[in-house]
C-alpha cells in the first residue's frame, strides 16, 4: 500500500516571503507524484507533477517541487509569495502499475499574511 | 477542456435514505475515483473503476456502493445515508498513467449535508 503524509497541517507565512510545503511518501513501487491546490469554494486543480527524469519539477504560478528518491520526499517550494496563494495545498501519489490508485495527503493550508 | 461533472452542488438527505451521486466526464478517461474531502483529513478515496463494471475499494469504502455500467458515468451510493458521512464528495478521472498523459481532473463536489 502506499500513503502520503503532509507533515504540516497550515503554513502561515508573510507576503513576498519563500515558502515550503512538505510531503513524504511511502511506496515499494515507482510512484507518480502530484501537488493539487484548491482555492476557497473552488475544485483541484494541478499545480505540477513528477513522471520521470529531473527531480526538479516546475509547474504553474511559480511553484515548484523536488523529488528526492532516497529521501522519499516531493516538497513544494516558492521564493515569494503572494495573497493570492491563499489556499489548501494537497500532495499526492499514484502508482503507475496496476491498481494505479490516487492516493492524497491531509493537506497543508498556506495563509499568507500582508 | 476537459470536463468532470457532477450532478449536485448541494444536497441535504435524511437519515436513512439511499442517496445517488452522480459524476460524468467528457474525455475518455479509464479511471474514476470517489473520494470524500473533510477538514484536517484530506482527500480519503471511497472506491475507484479503472473500465465499465471493473472497482476497487478504497481507504473507506464501508456505506458506500459504486456502479459504472458506462465509461462516462461512476455513480455514488449511499445505501443509508447517516449523519456522519456529511460530507464534501469529490469525482475525480484520468487516464491510465503512461507516460505524460497522467493528470486527474476533478468535479466542483457535491456537499451532502445528511440531517
Known amino acids: 500500500a502506499q500513503s502520503v503524509t503532509q507533515l504540516d497541517s497550515q503554513v502561515p507565512v508573510f507576503e513576498e516571503a519563500p515558502v515550503e510545503l512538505r510531503c513524504n511518501y511511502s511506496s515499494s513501487v515507482s510512484v507518480y507524484l502530484f501537488w493539487y491546490v484548491q482555492y476557497p469554494n473552488q475544485g483541484l486543480q494541478l499545480l505540477l507533477k513528477y513522471l520521470s527524469g529531473s527531480t526538479l519539477v516546475k509547474g504553474i504560478n511559480g511553484f515548484e517541487a523536488e523529488f528526492n528518491k532516497s529521501q522519499t520526499s516531493f516538497h513544494l517550494r516558492k521564493p515569494s509569495v503572494h495573497i493570492s496563494d491563499t489556499a489548501e495545498y494537497f500532495c499526492?501519489?499514484?502508482?503507475?502499475?496496476?491498481?494505479?490508485?490516487?492516493?492524497f495527503g491531509g493537506g497543508t493550508r498556506l495563509m499568507v499574511k500582508p | 477542456d476537459v470536463k468532470v461533472t457532477q450532478s449536485s452542488r448541494y444536497l441535504v438527505k435524511r437519515t436513512g435514505e439511499k442517496v445517488f451521486l452522480e459524476c460524468v466526464q467528457d474525455m475518455d478517461h479509464e479511471n474514476m475515483f470517489w473520494y470524500r474531502q473533510d477538514p484536517g483529513l484530506g482527500l480519503r478515496l471511497i472506491y475507484f473503476?479503472?473500465?465499465?463494471?471493473?472497482?476497487e475499494k478504497g481507504d473507506i469504502p464501508e456505506g458506500y456502493s459504486v456502479s459504472r455500467e458506462k465509461k462516462e458515468r461512476f455513480s455514488l451510493i449511499l445505501e443509508s445515508a447517516s449523519t456522519n458521512q456529511t460530507s464534501m464528495y469529490l469525482c475525480a478521472s484520468s487516464h491510465l498513467p503512461t507516460g505524460m498523459n497522467t493528470e486527474a481532473f476533478f468535479g466542483q463536489g457535491t456537499r451532502l449535508t445528511v440531517v
Open positions: 473503476s479503472y473500465d465499465v463494471k471493473m472497482k
Open positions: 499526492a501519489a499514484q502508482r503507475g502499475n496496476a491498481g494505479n490508485m490516487l492516493t
